[in-house]
């Protein structure tokens, strides 16, 4: 079962080098290069995408929710931040859910739940691994692991325990 991505917008955005300019000249057209960017992300990576900004501030935004371009994209309630829309949106989805915000508020609250984070960053570099490959057919990964020749290994066996297997195991596949 592929994971389900909820994204902290405007936080996916201010932490993004190539995003956040884009932000600083115009709010409306950095949300518009974010999903414009995560379309082309989603055509290599085909999992379901909820992308959530803040609608606090916003008097003509009530819970509003649209889809574009394969990506769902959901304003929080008028007196509701984006970060407890997420906490309870995550906590609905389950245990596939990843959430992608550099928040640590967010982060601590979701390690209840089955549900885990990545950093803005981190999920923004693979970004661009996934749209390197989308355009040069090959992962950057693959290209840095192609010099490497993994020699016999030693010593006693140690197996991580069955969470982050599986939260690693979701990373390798974002």
């Known amino acids: 079962m592929p994971p389900t991505l ?3 917008g405007y936080n996916l955005i201010r ?9 600083r000249q115009d709010i409306e057209e950095g949300r518009e290069a974010l999903i414009s960017r995560l379309s082309e992300y989603r055509k290599v990576r085909h999992f379901p995408i ?6 606090t501030g916003f008097y003509h935004l009530s819970a ?5 371009m ?12 984006a970060d407890d829309f997420i906490v309870s949106l995550a906590s609905q989805k389950g245990r596939e859910t990843v959430v992608v915000t550099s928040d640590r508020g967010i982060c601590d609250r979701l390690k209840k ?13 693979k970004i661009d691994n996934a749209l390197y490959e989308l355009y040069k057919g090959q ?15 030693k010593g006693a066996s140690r197996k991580l325990p069955k969470k982050v297997r599986r939260q690693r195991d979701i990373l390798r596949r974002l």
Do not use: W
């Open 6 to 8: 909820i994204i902290d």
């Open 15 to 23: 932490n993004s080098p190539t995003l956040s300019p884009i932000d």
């Open 50 to 55: 909820t992308v959530v900004f803040d609608g």
């Open 64 to 68: 509003t929710a649209e889809n574009r």
């Open 70 to 81: 394969g990506i769902r994209i959901l304003y929080s309630h008028k007196g509701q931040t």
């Open 113 to 125: 739940t089955d549900c885990f984070c990545i950093s803005s960053e981190a999920f923004d570099a």
């Open 139 to 153: 992962s950057m990964e693959d290209e840095e692991e192609m010099d490497i020749h993994p020699g016999r290994k």
